[in-house]
């Protein structure tokens, strides 16, 4: 059974820090991964989806890292921003579930203060 | 190009009743996803439904259950609610080609559901 961790549950950082958010899963054969930001009380955002074939992907400030064989993938912030708060999820699709369904993780709060 | 949509915004109900939720997938789409996300966690896969049948089920009992129609729009009902049933519903559509790959799922923005 395919279970996905976020570390850290919380995060809180001054305005213009570069940070890590950090997503492990336990079943490698995935099919592929997916950032998402929620703001609370609202749906879900895609951020970045990452093939398994692939290693990394970018979208402005964000950047994602997949690393299969270790079951772990990074989500990078640069320059980091207020706006930037919110609950950042890692998702898989995994091969087991027939590609059909993802399995999130708990997410990650993060908090930029002004 | 029209975003998944949800309705109602919010719900409140008793233990004991019946719910129906609402969903209009995006267009082009015609694969429709369920999940339920209780609070403080991540979403859970309920169900899936692809031309008109359910495709795929998570770890929900029985009367967890849905309805796709032929405008791909979906249903989700839930009979006899518990109080744990409290979540945030969220659905999510996206395109399947026969027996080809799936692919990226896009998120409505939810339904409330609170049962007393």
């Known amino acids: 059974k395919q279970e996905v961790t976020q570390i850290p549950a919380a995060l809180s950082v001054p305005e213009g820090e570069n940070l890590v958010l950090n997503c492990s899963f336990t079943?490698?054969?995935?099919?592929?991964l997916q950032w998402f930001r929620q703001d609370p009380g609202k749906g879900l955002t895609s951020l970045l989806l990452?093939?398994?074939?692939?290693r990394e992907q970018t979208s402005g400030r964000l950047n994602a890292s997949l690393d299969k064989s270790s079951g772990r993938s990074t989500l990078y912030i640069a320059a980091s921003q207020p706006g930037d708060s919110a609950t950042y999820l890692c998702?898989?699709?995994?091969?087991?579930?027939?590609?059909?369904?993802?399995?999130f993780g708990s997410g990650t709060r993060l908090q930029v203060q002004p | 190009e029209t975003g998944v949509t949800q309705s109602p915004t919010h719900l409140i109900k008793t233990r004991g009743q019946q719910v129906t939720l609402r969903c209009s997938s995006q267009s082009g789409h015609n694969t429709v996803s369920w999940y339920q996300q209780a609070l403080g966690q991540g979403p859970q896969f309920i169900f899936q439904y692809y031309r008109e049948e359910e495709n795929g089920r998570g770890n929900f009992p029985p009367r967890f259950s849905g309805l796709q129609f032929p405008n791909y729009s979906s249903e989700l009902n839930v009979n006899a609610l518990e109080l744990d049933d409290s979540a945030l519903y969220l659905c999510?559509?996206?395109?399947?080609?026969?027996?080809?790959?799936?692919?990226?799922?896009?998120f409505g923005p939810g339904t409330r559901l609170t049962v007393l």
């Open positions: 998702a898989v699709k995994s091969l087991a579930t027939g590609r059909r369904a993802l399995t």
């Open positions: 079943d490698s054969a995935i099919y592929n």
């Open positions: 999510a559509s996206s395109f399947r080609q026969g027996a080809r790959t799936y692919n990226e799922q896009f």
């Open positions: 990452i093939q398994s074939s692939q």
